[in-house]
């Protein structure tokens, strides 16, 4: 089951739930004031561990369209 974010519209506090793909789209309740969420994107970045133990961008890099190169442009 996918883990959503979404942000609360009367007080702005960005809360994530757990729940099916089919009620991703749907508002959510805040847990802080119990107002309606809308569902933001939510972005990722993944590190793995070098030869040295040194943390290292993923070879994918940032995620999403021309951010990491993957399309082509630099």
Known sequence: ???YEYLCNPCE???E????MSKGADP?????CGGEGHR?????????VGAGGEPMPSPMGG???CCGGACGCS
């Open 17 to 20: 739930v757990l729940r099916t």
């Open 1 to 3: 089951m996918p883990l």
């Open 28 to 32: 959510a309740t805040c847990p802080t």
């Open 63 to 65: 995620g999403g369209a």
């Open 40 to 48: 933001v994107l939510s972005v990722f970045a993944a590190v793995s």
């Open 13 to 15: 506090e960005k809360f």
